[in-house]
């Protein structure tokens, strides 16, 4: 993505957010986690979601999608005490939609919605536009990882949210170092399509097991063959861009942790079941057709959110953003 659309993405991010914002900060140090806090985890986890709304036009049809985002901090120490940037996390069929059909259907708006963390105007959660243009987002050049990220600044704000430090993000190597296998346990938080919550957002619960780390590119919700996690917990319409954790706990290396809960990937779709070839799994169904669900869940693996994290371009985003930070020093 050129910086400048970039610098423009952050700018009109800024404009629209009026009120002012203080989302909670993730730890630092040792305990870099989002597992350092003393509620329990899956209050964290619950935070750490987002919904999504968009909006698009298909064959003279206007249709809306819905789904889950989180936001991950990139910190930088130039920035001072806990500075860091941060970039709300999807799947490319949400920032994209069709792109699971091998297409960009024009989309009319986009919006996130957060809890409020005071009651303001008696409003209990709100929504934020995000930008109607799909070349806005950073997608991946392989066609194949379902993943888009956009550059947000959150800092007028007034919302309740947790965010979730690159550092906890399982990439290949953290998989082989701790010892992440197929069994272990995996919890993911999103959208409940059936009671997303009126008053404020209810992100769901669901916890299952790590069923496969694949060792060759197999079928992605985006119909590529492609690198992706598969995990035996059940995912369905509206749980598409969840973060999904691993617990790093129990006996490891003939020693035994305590849990601790690290960023195995991105929830992208499922599996369905069926007597007939159905090798590609779902994204979302935008034919109507319902196809029975096998409880198999495909995961966008979270090297690739490290990998889009670290492309130049955003690399050299943030280098722009510390001159300017320093220059208004």
Do not use: C
Request: net charge neutral; charged share 20%.
């Amino acid at each position: 993505m050129p910086l400048k659309k970039l610098g423009i993405l952050i700018l009109l991010l800024t404009t629209l957010n009026r009120v002012r914002a203080q989302g909670v900060p993730a730890a630092t140090g040792a305990q870099d986690s989002v597992t350092a806090y003393a509620s329990p985890f899956t209050d964290q986890l619950r935070r750490t979601v987002v919904f999504l709304r968009v909006g698009f036009t298909k064959e003279g049809r206007d249709w809306e999608i819905v789904g889950t985002g989180f936001f991950v901090m990139y910190p930088d120490e130039r920035l001072g005490k806990d500075g860091s940037f941060m970039y709300l996390v999807t799947n490319r069929h949400m920032a994209v939609p069709g792109s699971e059909e091998g297409h960009s259907y024009p989309v009319k708006y986009s919006y996130v919605r957060l809890n409020a963390r005071r009651l303001t105007g008696g409003r209990e959660s709100f929504e934020i536009p995000l930008t109607s243009e799909p070349s806005l987002w950073v997608i991946p050049e392989d066609p194949s990882v379902d993943l888009a990220i956009i550059p947000v600044n959150m800092s007028r704000v007034d919302a309740e949210f947790q965010t979730i430090p690159v550092s906890v993000i399982a990439t290949r190597d953290v998989v082989q170092t701790q010892q992440i296998v197929a069994g272990d346990q995996v919890l993911f938080a999103g959208y409940f399509y059936q009671f997303p919550g009126k008053k404020r957002i209810e992100p769901i619960v669901r916890e299952g097991i790590l069923a496969m780390l694949p060792e060759e590119p197999i079928g992605t919700t985006l119909q590529k063959p492609g690198n992706v996690y598969l995990a035996d917990i059940h995912a369905f319409h509206g749980n598409s861009g969840s973060p999904i954790f691993v617990n790093t706990g129990g006996l490891r290396a003939g020693q035994v942790g305590a849990s601790r809960f690290l960023l195995l990937g991105v929830v992208s779709g499922y599996y369905p079941e069926s007597e007939t070839d159905f090798s590609i799994p779902a994204a979302r169904i935008l034919s109507g057709e319902v196809h029975d669900n096998s409880g198999v869940t495909v995961i966008v693996p979270g090297d690739e959110i490290k990998a889009l994290l670290d492309i130049p371009a955003l690399k050299r985003a943030r280098e722009v953003g510390i001159e300017n930070f320093l220059k208004k020093k």
